[in-house]
């Protein structure tokens, strides 16, 4: 649980730094200062986490979209709210306000889409598969990259402060995704290898968080001549490469002599009809073309209305209120269509069934079971092979499966 707790917070952090220096960039390429200083603009961009956080709980605990899109709305309108209560006016902070704007927009889209997704993939896999992860959620090791290449922008347009918050923020980030990329290592391998099953398993996360501290360690005391020496740094500005170089002007003289066509002159239409005015349509092909267009307006209107109630369906529809996954149900058969009411009873008891069984596993067992192991397997690993009530709920969710009770 507190592993979990950890990834979650590493989540919050990723996206934050990775959101959090949009906006220094573009103070930085308009050529814009806050007046209260750099770190107070690095703080005031660090709340983005706000966004980031409510976006999260909200995609996963909102069951309608319209109170998503509200929430996110009152995230705006609050950030355009504090911007206006602030005494200080100016282009900084206009740019501020469309920067987190743009941000939240951007990260509320990201939620959203990762919602859907989710759904798609629990409706196409197995009941257990194993949850994709998200851009952000997810920190990986080779996004450092971004926060060098930040920092290599803030060196060619002669922007310290940028420089020093990539510096911070590929530091904190670098440490971050080392945890999280050990913790995934040390879970994959605890799945793939069965010999370590009898090895508790804090032995083993200590004996590899120890040599993690040991290599962070050696990683700071590289990073530290770097910090040490950052007022060194050899800034320049690519803006003003070219201020000093006289260009050269000159006459353009054409030797064809061709003139061009003078003002009110004949159009192209009249030179291809020999001086005479272009034709106009007539009604019929008029008329022709305004149904055509309509029946397009329509059509394009009509599909964005549908495309919008499924946006609303599947956002609905994924939405779990007691945290389990939810089986796509297939169209009813002739039968289901003449006996209806006994179909709905079968059907009852084997949603009940599932429920159950599922329950029962998660109850007994911490992590995800994998899209290989067979419920045999599955009770084994929860420690309930041995369980009486558990081999009959197998045999009962054995008849469900095989298709003995619908």
Known sequence: MKRNRVLMVAGYVHATLFFALMIPLLYTVAGLEDPAGAGVLYLKCLMVAIPVIVTERAAKCVKSLAVYVLICVGMLAGIWFAAGLSKASGAYVVCYCIGMTAETFAISMKRLRGRLKEFAHRKASEPFAPK?????????????????VIYLFGICLDGKPLCDMAFCSAAVYLFLALVCTYFRAADAYLEMNKRTKGIPKRRLYGVGFSMLLLFCAFLLVCILPSALLA????????????????????????SSGFEGVASGGMGMMELIMDGEPAPEPSKLMNGIFWIIGSVCILGFVYGIIQFIRQLFRDFRDSHDENGDR???????DKAAVIMPVRARGAEGEAEKVRRRYRKTIRRHRKEMPAPHEAPAEIEEQAGLGDDEQMRQLHRDYERVRYGKIK
Do not use: N
């Open 231 to 254: 007022g060194r740094r050899p800034y320049t500005d690519i803006r003003h490469w070219f201020d000093d170089v006289d260009f050269v002007s000159y006459e353009y003289e054409s």
């Open 326 to 332: 939810i089986e796509a149900l297939g169209e009813p």
């Open 132 to 148: 994709e992860e998200e851009f952000l959620d997810t920190p990986l090791l080779p996004l450092v990259w971004y926060f060098v």
